[in-house]
T-cell receptor, first 113, second 115 residues
Framework: DTGVSQDPRHKITKRGQNVTFRCDPI?????LYWYRQTLGQGPEFLTY????????KSRLLSDRFSAERPKGSFSTLEIQRTEQGDSAMYLC???????????FGPGTRLLVL | GESVGLHLPTLSVQEGDNSIINCAYS??????FIWYKQESGKGPQFIID?????DKRQGQRVTVLLNKTVKHLSLQIAATQPGDSAVYFC??????????????FGQGTILTVHP
């Protein structure tokens, strides 16, 4: 148990639809990260929150993507007008500073048809 | 850009053998390294980490070696078991500045342990 849950675990949607994923750390972690992982590759950084502030966004995060962490606890990642290229595993990770280790949730696997 | 890569995409061993998984990194500013294990359909699971001021760190059946001179990282698994079968990723990050601790992952090595 990494202390991070993600919902849903699997999502199948049609191209053009909007989807929203949720990440829930069990305990307080001031730093929260979103990564995307495609088949056969390592996770790639998408965005980072320190408490409720979104401090960095990757160039991978197009304007169709938006992430929030309204109360500095759970976080959501929304993809608008999904494309087939968005099909991937979306991973959430948390870190409790000053420790540097990041612990990952189980991920949400998205398939866009 | 900077990257972390693996020398071997697959590794097949017999149960009880020792396994060595290698990783090369290119970012000389990297100062913290982590090995993760990822089983099918699951998120990466933390195995062991090492800071750049160390060259070796041991855990339970696992050892990580860091050679900063050649920017090389390895994970040694002793007495490999079938349950160790998974994809193994190395990841790195630099402290401070604008890195915010984001991890850069290598491609991954598939470890298969035969009973």
């Amino acid at each position: 148990d990494t202390g991070v849950s993600q919902d849903p675990r699997h999502k199948i949607t049609k191209r053009g639809q909007n989807v929203t994923f949720r990440c829930d750390p069990i305990s307080e972690h001031n730093r929260l990260y979103w990564y995307r992982q495609t088949l056969g590759q390592g996770p790639e950084f998408l965005t980072y929150f320190q408490n409720e502030a979104q401090l960095e966004k990757s160039r991978l995060l197009s304007d169709r993507f938006s992430a929030e962490r309204p109360k500095g606890s759970f976080s959501t990642l929304e993809i608008q007008r999904t494309e087939q290229g968005d099909s991937a595993m979306y991973l959430c990770a948390v870190r409790a500073a000053p420790m540097e280790t990041q612990y990952f949730g189980p991920g949400t696997r998205l398939l866009v048809l | 850009g900077e990257s972390v890569g693996l020398h071997l995409p697959t590794l097949s061993v017999q149960e009880g053998d020792n396994s060595i998984i290698n990783c090369a990194y290119s970012n000389s500013a990297s100062d913290y390294f982590i090995w993760y294990k990822q089983e099918s359909g699951k998120g990466p699971q933390f195995i062991i980490d090492i800071r750049s001021n160390m060259d070796k760190r041991q855990g339970q059946r696992v050892t990580v070696l860091l050679n900063k001179t050649v920017k090389h990282l390895s994970l040694q698994i002793a007495a490999t078991q079938p349950g160790d079968s998974a994809v193994y990723f190395c990841a790195e990050t630099g402290s401070g500045g604008t890195s915010y601790g984001k991890l850069t992952f290598g491609q991954g090595t598939i470890l298969t342990v035969h009973p």
